[in-house]
């Protein structure tokens, strides 16, 4: 019969010599903060979103359309649309907020009215891609993927934990093309949760009009669509293969030369970790910090509740992040322990 041992309090207290101290988290300091304290003081300046240029074509001149021709400009609405989502604001607010804006300037412009602003968001092209500049100009961008939920409806997080979640509840999925070495968004989209990563790949990188040298995603977009579409657009995937990939074998059974191989027979050599390490695959992290700060700026609900609605309204936020981005960024360099 095995003896059967009982652990007292000494076991469980093992020697100092024998623990393995854990390692120290990294600290970092903001070398910028002069310059991005001011950044964020100017995301509020009413100048930001009704500029001159937006003033001078206040109204529509292009031609009719087949309902009628509009009164106000593409312009004019992105405009009230980029207030509305940079203040949080319902759309009665911003007809409201734009009138006494233009009050104190003394302009004698007409305001789009709460309705004509709900009608008129899905009809706009209200996402406007970055252009290149810095470390994107001089030659191929990386491209980092990934997506998030967005809440609809239902309830709060409290009360899912407190009494359960009911069958009311929804969200969206919100796809983004984030530039690595910038921060910006060049490219959104907004589907049902019924779409997967995958699916989104093709029209994401087909909206991306600066040439891609590489494009990093974690192990959702580890499919063969995905290999696919990036080998036909000439761009090299940074995709960590799943923990039970294999080999993928022609009908011969003759192993294929492929990149997913290739980074198969690399992580069995070096593991994972170094694999990653290696390959530059945590430069994926500035998507997770598109969405981070997404998320701080807008929150994490919509607020329109048609699909059509809620994607233009996704365009229009994607655009004031942007902006944000060109105002100034945190620049944080790593503390040297003395």
């Known amino acids: 019969m095995p003896k059967i041992r009982f652990f007292t309090q000494a076991d469980k207290q093992a020697p100092e010599a024998q623990k ?48 009628g ?18 203040f949080g604001l319902a759309f009665r607010q911003t ?9 104190i300037m003394k302009k004698e412009l007409q305001v789009p009215s709460y309705t004509q602003l709900c009608r ?90 600066c040439p891609i040298n590489r494009l990093s995603g974690d192990g959702a977009y580890d499919q063969v669509k995905v290999y696919d579409e990036l080998e036909t657009r000439g761009i090299e995937p940074v995709i960590p293969p799943r923990s039970n990939a294999v080999i993928w074998t022609d009908e011969l059974g003759n192993v294929l030369l492929h990149a997913r191989n290739e980074a198969i027979a690399q992580i069995d050599c070096v593991g994972l970790t170094e694999w990653k390490r290696q390959i530059g695959y945590h430069r994926r992290s500035k998507a997770e910090t598109g969405m981070f700060r997404w998320k701080m700026a807008f929150g994490e609900r919509l607020s329109t509740r048609l699909l059509t609605n809620q994607q233009a309204e996704a365009r229009v936020k994607a655009s004031c992040l942007n902006r944000f981005t060109k105002l100034g960024m945190p620049k944080a360099v790593k503390c040297v322990p003395p």
């Open 120 to 209: 008129r968001q899905a009809r706009i092209n209200a996402f406007v891609p970055p252009m290149p500049s810095g470390e994107s100009a001089c030659g191929p961008i990386y491209i980092a993927l990934d997506s998030t939920g967005l809440k609809v409806y239902g309830e709060g997080e409290w009360k899912v934990k407190k009494h359960g979640a009911d069958k009311r509840r929804t969200w969206r999925k919100l796809h983004l093309a984030v530039d690595e070495a910038t921060n910006e968004i060049h490219a959104v989209e907004l589907t049902s949760n019924a779409i997967s990563d995958a699916d989104m790949v093709r029209p994401l990188v087909a909206n991306i009009t």
């Open 69 to 86: 021709l509009f009164r106000y400009s593409d312009q004019c609405i992105q405009a009230a649309l980029s207030l509305k989502a940079a």
């Open 20 to 67: 393995i101290p854990p390692t120290p988290k990294a600290k970092y300091r903001l070398s910028n903060w002069l310059e991005y304290n001011k950044s964020l003081i100017s995301r509020g300046s009413f100048a930001l979103w009704i500029d001159q240029d937006t003033l001078d074509h206040w109204y529509y001149e292009g031609p009719r359309t087949a309902g």
């Open 95 to 103: 007809q409201g907020l734009i009138q006494s804006i233009l009050g």
